[in-house]
């Protein structure tokens, strides 16, 4: 079986590696990647002269499926932990301690976060109100939760968190999608802070050791670029600056083939095979899937896309004072960043880059406000300096160096009915044979949720093709 797989970031590799590794002869898959390089939103560039991750930086630990793909493929000895995992929140102008215990931001105790919140919102809080029906639907997370624990729990704690990993709104983001475990336990009528008790006991049997996340010394940017080289080291072509402009079937009903058209459209250029992964974001895969299985396009085209930029910053390391891993940003606020982490206090690998130097980062970008997106770069370097500074209480040392790092329509929003919808596409594509389809839409945008769509899609095309 020839496999032709289309998208070169971290689903498409992961989708070549399974079906390499049980057994599809390694000549018969390529990777095709319009981009100049593999690796979608994971990405290493250099700044200062050091190499670190402008994209994702960790990933999460309760989940096994990065792990095992990163000892698989030789990399094991890289993982690591953070050496802190002490974040904070920045909120009514100065930082309060992250509670460690907490579902996406529902604390254990109340009282872990007063100040964070005021007093009468910790009472709020603790007085958990029951949902007046049963919930049979999926419904907004902040919707639920500002019923049940009030709006300050979601404006100053829930938000800011699942800002940070979805790039969404509380209030239009998905429970079912999202946070199943919180929909379990509010289908069920349970207790909210009683679920958030039970994640924090399961992050404590982690196998990291050390929370909830992992990373890779070099930067998780390293995870797809060895996968690249393990792949074409055992056969798979992998090409980059290829555009798949047009999916066509070729085949007959019981034996199907597949003719891809790339490159420019007065000079196109083709590519044939027995079978397809469509590893590409929404838009691109809504685009492709629009003559094959009109209802998944359709789908797929209606998903919002959320666009973000990663500001990068080196300092002087004389004079920067900055407690732990990072902080949060509630949107309430009204601050242009949303997050900050300081790498060098996170990642003992980064800390060692540079004796002189410490690393920090700053996001920009909420769902459905990208004023500041449209800034120059210089500006974002600007506003991610003042602020980060307001809320250390010190403007910052000199910057010796910054890069801006924009991913534009970036992350997949998972509105409320995300998984009933995802079930139609995948219901509409499995009716076409030899295609599949994997990605950061369909059962997560982490990266471990995005690993296990991609195995999914090639054990789905191995026993198709049995």
Same mark, same amino acid.
């Given at each position: 079986?020839?496999?032709?797989?289309?998208?070169?970031?971290?689903?498409?590799?992961?989708?070549?590696?399974?079906?390499?590794?049980?057994?599809?002869?390694?000549?018969?898959?390529?990777? !095709?990647?319009?981009?100049?390089?593999?690796?979608?939103?994971?990405?290493?560039?250099?700044?200062?002269?050091?190499?670190?991750?402008?994209?994702?930086?960790?990933?999460?630990?309760?989940?096994?499926?990065?792990?095992?793909?990163?000892?698989?493929?030789?990399?094991?000895?890289?993982?690591?932990?953070?050496?802190?995992?002490?974040?904070?929140?920045?909120?009514?102008?100065?930082?309060?301690?992250?509670?460690?215990?907490?579902?996406?931001?529902?604390?254990?105790?109340?009282?872990?976060?007063?100040?964070?919140?005021?007093?009468?919102?910790?009472?709020?809080?603790?007085?958990?109100?029951?949902?007046?029906?049963?919930?049979?639907?999926?419904?907004?997370?902040?919707?639920?939760?500002?019923?049940?624990?009030?709006?300050?729990?979601?404006?100053?704690?829930?938000?800011? !968190?699942?800002?940070?990993?979805?790039?969404?709104?509380?209030?239009?983001?998905?429970?079912?999608?999202?946070?199943?475990?919180?929909?379990?336990?509010?289908? $069920?009528?349970?207790?909210?802070?009683?679920?958030?008790?039970?994640?924090?006991?399961?992050?404590?049997?982690?196998?990291?050791?050390?929370?909830?996340?992992?990373?890779?010394?070099?930067?998780?940017?390293?995870?797809?670029?060895?996968?690249?080289?393990? @792949?074409?080291?055992?056969?798979?072509?992998?090409?980059?600056?290829?555009?798949?402009?047009?999916?066509?079937?070729?085949?007959?009903?019981?034996?199907?083939?597949?003719?891809?058209?790339?490159?420019?459209?007065?000079?196109?250029?083709?590519?044939?095979?027995?079978?397809?992964?469509?590893?590409?974001?929404?838009?691109?895969?809504?685009?492709?899937?629009?003559?094959?299985?009109?209802?998944?396009?359709?789908?797929?085209?209606?998903? $919002?896309?959320?666009?973000?930029?990663?500001?990068?910053?080196?300092?002087?390391?004389?004079?920067?004072?900055?407690?732990?891993?990072?902080?949060?940003?509630?949107?309430?606020?009204?601050?242009?960043?949303?997050?900050?982490?300081?790498?060098?206090?996170?990642?003992?690998?980064?800390?060692? @880059? $540079?004796?002189? !130097?410490?690393?920090?980062?700053?996001?920009?970008?909420?769902?459905?406000?990208?004023?500041?997106?449209?800034?120059? $770069?210089?500006?974002?370097?600007?506003?991610?300096?003042?602020?980060?500074?307001?809320?250390?209480?010190?403007?910052?040392?000199?910057?010796?160096?910054?890069?801006?790092?924009?991913?534009?329509?970036?992350?997949?929003?998972?509105?409320?009915?995300? @998984?009933?919808?995802?079930?139609?596409?995948?219901?509409?594509?499995?009716?076409?044979?030899?295609?599949?389809?994997?990605?950061?839409?369909?059962?997560?945008?982490?990266?471990?949720?995005?690993?296990?769509?991609?195995?999914?899609?090639?054990?789905?095309?191995?026993?198709?093709?049995?």
């Amino acid at each position: 079986m020839s496999v032709l797989v289309v998208g070169g970031g971290v689903a498409g590799l992961t989708a070549a590696w399974h079906l390499l590794s049980t057994g599809t002869p390694a000549s018969d898959i390529t990777v !095709l990647e319009s981009s100049p390089r593999v690796g979608g939103k994971l990405a290493r560039a250099e700044v200062a002269g050091r190499l670190v991750d402008i994209g994702a930086e960790s990933m999460l630990a309760l989940r096994p499926e990065a792990r095992e793909l990163i000892e698989e493929i030789g990399l094991g000895d890289a993982l690591t932990v953070p050496a802190t995992t002490s974040a904070s929140i920045w909120s009514r102008d100065r930082l309060w301690p992250l509670p460690t215990g907490t579902l996406m931001g529902v604390p254990v105790d109340p009282e872990s976060v007063r100040g964070v919140l005021t007093d009468a919102e910790v009472a709020r809080l603790a007085d958990e109100q029951p949902w007046p029906e049963p919930l049979t639907d999926d419904i907004a997370v902040g919707e639920y939760l500002a019923h049940r624990l009030g709006d300050a729990v979601v404006d100053r704690l829930v938000e800011p !968190l699942l800002g940070g990993v979805y790039a969404a709104s509380a209030r239009r983001l998905s429970m079912a999608a999202a946070v199943p475990m919180l929909y379990a336990v509010a289908r $069920d009528g349970g207790s909210v802070t009683g679920a958030a008790a039970k994640a924090a006991a399961a992050r404590s049997g982690t196998r990291s050791g050390s929370g909830a996340f992992i990373g890779l010394t070099g930067g998780v940017g390293r995870l797809p670029e060895h996968l690249r080289d393990v @792949l074409v080291g055992r056969g798979v072509t992998v090409e980059t600056g290829v555009t798949v402009r047009e999916l066509t079937a070729t085949g007959s009903p019981g034996r199907p083939q597949w003719e891809a058209t790339c490159g420019a459209v007065p000079t196109p250029a083709y590519r044939s095979a027995d079978a397809v992964v469509l590893a590409v974001p929404p838009p691109a895969a809504a685009r492709l899937l629009a003559p094959l299985a009109p209802v998944a396009g359709e789908i797929l085209g209606g998903i $919002d896309m959320a666009s973000m930029a990663i500001v990068t910053l080196a300092v002087e390391r004389r004079g920067a004072d900055l407690p732990g891993s990072g902080f949060l940003v509630p949107d309430v606020d009204g601050r242009t960043i949303k997050a900050s982490t300081f790498s060098s206090g996170k990642w003992a690998w980064v800390d060692a @880059l $540079d004796e002189d !130097l410490v690393f920090l980062r700053a996001s920009i970008g909420r769902a459905g406000d990208v004023t500041a997106l449209q800034w120059p $770069d210089a500006d974002l370097v600007d506003v991610a300096v003042r602020e980060v500074g307001e809320a250390v209480g010190a403007p910052l040392p000199r910057v010796v160096d910054s890069h801006v790092q924009r991913w534009g329509g970036g992350l997949p929003q998972y509105a409320v009915g995300h @998984l009933g919808r995802i079930a139609q596409v995948e219901a509409a594509v499995a009716r076409v044979p030899g295609l599949e389809v994997c990605g950061a839409a369909y059962g997560g945008v982490g990266i471990p949720a995005v690993i296990a769509s991609a195995r999914a899609a090639a054990e789905r095309l191995t026993r198709g093709s049995s």
